[in-house]
């Protein structure tokens, strides 16, 4: 049950790591009482530039196989915990905090088998089986996506608003031609140059050529699997159109609620082991 919230943009990128805790306790100051409170953590916060270093579980593993990693000499009013993230040797990969998402999402669902779709600005395609995760793979499409509507000559075509037809017709382009991505990528800027192509309609096939591109590199896990989207919303939705447009058969669940569905077994974890 959540029984308040609160939001700040201090994250990793903003926060020297020295400077975490303070920024923590701005949020939740008005919540601290004389008993310490558990603080439980998940994400880039235990990456090597984060708060504390969590170390990474090798696959195949459960996706939170150990107990929460405590960070040292805290406010005596909290203890802080963060989880750890996952790693795989061959191909080399690393994922923080979508492990804690995947708890979250098995915990309602046991003997769950299939492939699970993290989207988001590091997407992840992850290999469920007998609750264990088998492996992963990640692929920078949300970044990309940002690169290069911010700050390539796309930045002049594209534009806010959006076209459902635009973005089926290029994530099936890209997933039937994943060799044509730059060419198609710059089509994009001479479409508006040539033609004025709106820019909500450049920015529905700028998402759906990458989207596409990645799942024609990401076929052999979601073809004729069991398949679940977990994400915002809006980004879920947009995946999960591109793959029903395949023939896939997808669940989406919250990201959001995972997550915390998550964080509350590894506060348990924490508990047992403090």
């Known amino acids: 049950m959540v029984l308040d919230q609160a939001q700040s943009d201090n994250g990793m990128a903003r926060v020297?790591?020295?400077?975490?805790?303070?920024?923590?306790?701005?949020?939740?100051?008005?919540?601290?009482?004389?008993?310490?409170?558990?603080?439980?953590?998940?994400?880039?916060?235990?990456?090597?530039?984060?708060?504390?270093?969590?170390?990474?579980?090798?696959?195949?593993?459960?996706?939170?196989?150990?107990?929460?990693?405590?960070?040292?000499?805290?406010?005596?009013?909290?203890?802080?915990?963060?989880?750890?993230?996952?790693?795989?040797?061959?191909?080399?990969?690393?994922?923080?905090?979508?492990?804690?998402?995947?708890?979250?999402?098995?915990?309602?669902?046991?003997?769950?088998?299939?492939?699970?779709?993290?989207?988001?600005?590091?997407?992840?395609?992850?290999?469920?089986?007998?609750?264990?995760?088998?492996?992963?793979?990640?692929f920078m499409t949300g970044e990309m996506f940002d690169l290069l509507r911010g700050q390539s000559v796309l930045k002049h075509s594209v534009s806010d608003g959006w076209d459902d037809a635009a973005f089926a017709e290029a994530a099936a382009d890209a997933l039937s031609k994943p060799e044509q991505l730059a060419a198609r990528l710059f089509g994009l800027r001479a479409a508006d140059l040539l033609q004025g192509q709106d820019g909500g309609v450049a920015k529905a096939?700028?998402?759906?050529?990458?989207?596409?591109?990645?799942?024609?590199?990401?076929?052999?896990?979601?073809?004729?699997?069991?398949?679940?989207?977990?994400?915002?919303d809006d980004l879920s939705d947009i995946y999960a159109k591109a793959l029903k447009q395949q023939g896939a058969f997808v669940e989406t669940a919250n990201s959001t609620q995972c997550t915390l569905t998550g964080l509350m077994q590894a506060r348990k974890l924490a508990r047992q082991t403090a």
């Open 205 to 232: 096939q700028l998402s759906g050529f990458l989207i596409g591109a990645e799942l024609a590199a990401t076929r052999p896990y979601w073809l004729g699997q069991q398949l679940a989207i977990v994400g915002a």
């Open 16 to 138: 020297k790591r020295d400077e975490f805790e303070s920024a923590l306790f701005e949020l939740i100051e008005g919540w601290l009482g004389e008993a310490p409170i558990d603080v439980v953590a998940c994400g880039m916060v235990g990456a090597r530039q984060g708060w504390v270093e969590a170390p990474y579980s090798a696959v195949p593993c459960d996706p939170t196989p150990v107990a929460p990693f405590r960070v040292p000499d805290t406010d005596p009013r909290i203890r802080a915990f963060v989880v750890p993230g996952l790693k795989q040797m061959l191909p080399p990969d690393v994922m923080r905090g979508e492990e804690t998402q995947i708890s979250g999402f098995l915990s309602s669902r046991p003997n769950w088998d299939g492939v699970i779709c993290l989207p988001g600005t590091h997407t992840k395609w992850v290999q469920v089986s007998a609750s264990e995760v088998v492996s992963f793979r990640t």
